[in-house]
């Protein structure tokens, strides 16, 4: 059974830094591209971030310099380091196994996510 389970969300000022985590189970973590979505009030799905399993690391434009992936293959968990957080950086933050050529998530299920709220 694919599980995710996200937390580290919270409430900051803009400026402020968060760290998300992501422990996975029920796939081989180790073999999987895993990529951060985030989801705003009224808006689509967007991917954020990848981490691929040879080191490759993927950012959409709007958080490059800002945000940091990594993973822990020992632990099955992914981190999305946030520093420099502003406002339209407010979503429900989610991770999830792509598929490396697409993005497009392999398993049609989501964890819970954690909320982020960035005040300006």
């Known amino acids: 059974q694919v599980q995710h389970v996200e937390s580290g969300g919270g409430s900051v000022q803009a400026g402020g830094s968060l760290r998300l985590s992501c422990a996975a189970s029920g796939y081989p973590f180790r073999t999987n591209c895993i990529g951060w979505f985030r989801q705003a009030p009224g808006k689509e799905r967007e991917g954020v971030a990848g981490?691929?399993?040879?080191?490759?690391?993927y950012y959409t434009a709007s958080v490059k310099g800002r945000f940091t992936i990594s993973r822990d293959d020992a632990k099955n968990t992914v981190y999305l380091q946030m520093n420099s957080l502003k406002p339209e950086d407010s979503a429900v933050y989610h991770c999830?196994?792509?598929?490396?050529?697409?993005?497009?998530?392999?398993?049609?299920?989501w964890g819970q996510g954690t909320l982020v709220t960035v005040s300006s």
């Open positions: 981490a691929w399993p040879d080191g490759y690391r």
């Open positions: 999830a196994a792509v598929r490396c050529d697409t993005y497009i998530p392999v398993y049609n299920t």
